[in-house]
């Protein structure tokens, strides 16, 4: 085995500090150059061209090529065949499921949310804080299939939807910040009506005083939606519950039995991040 290739401690000038000798420990180059690679698709939020790839990597063409080669036979990254841009692979995605399946707050919403859609008969989806907004990491189908495209990695509109109005009213503004950049093509810190507007604001003070959203026909006509936050022991969003059904058959009243189910099930998992902290703390770190 090439020595070069091994793991040693030392200085250099691609090391990192270690919590235990506080010494700075040799990584391997070439990984770390990889995983600028990764980096860069991971920023962009959406597949890339090789040439476009290698700028946003600060490498040449030539040379992100052969790193791309490692990373698709690694399944880190895959090509599209048809449009000839690269975007993350199956291993990339097995490692984000892992990541999000050691969350406590998404562990202990899983049962919550299948025993909800059962006693209750409509669709409800997990929702967290993506890049681009919030996105459904979990689907659990219940009673007749609705006619709109929802499953794991949709990505929730901020303004028209139940979900995303929750999350507006709920997330720090620099997040929110962010979100609303890249779902709108604006500037981070640009302001975009009507997210401003005191209409819109008072929208997402009555969610705060209910603790819930509704959405009646929108974004998608005949279909509604309930949404109420998940909140950890610190008042912070961790997700959010979404009930989807047919509108005229799901009952969208605050004070409804549907809104009532909804409201426990999230009270049910904040209080069991409530009582387990320090996994918490360390999953959020």
Known sequence: MNKSAKPA?????????????GKTQRGIQSVEVGGRVLLALAQARAPLALSDLAAAAELA?????????????????????????YEPGPLSLRLGLL????????????????ALAEAIGFSVAICIAGPQGPTIVRYEHAGFPLHVNLHVGTVMSLPATSTGRVFCAYL???????????????????????????AFQAVL???RARGLECSVDAPSPGISSLSAPVLDQGGRLSLALTVIGSTGAIDVAADGPVARALLAAARDIGAELAATPSLFASSAS
């Open 61 to 85: 063409p030539g040379q992100a090529h052969a790193y791309l080669v490692s990373l698709g036979r690694l399944g880190l990254i895959k090509r599209d065949e048809l449009s000839g841009r």
């Open 205 to 207: 003070q009555k969610i």
């Open 9 to 21: 401690t030392g200085k250099g000038p691609r090391g990192s500090e270690t919590a235990d000798t």
């Open 99 to 114: 990541h999000l399946e050691n969350q406590p707050a998404f562990r202990a919403a899983v049962p919550r949310v299948a």
């Open 172 to 198: 720090p503004r620099e997040t929110l910040d962010a979100m609303w950049a890249n779902q709108s093509g604006a500037s981070q810190n640009a302001t975009t009506a009507p997210r401003d507007s005191a």
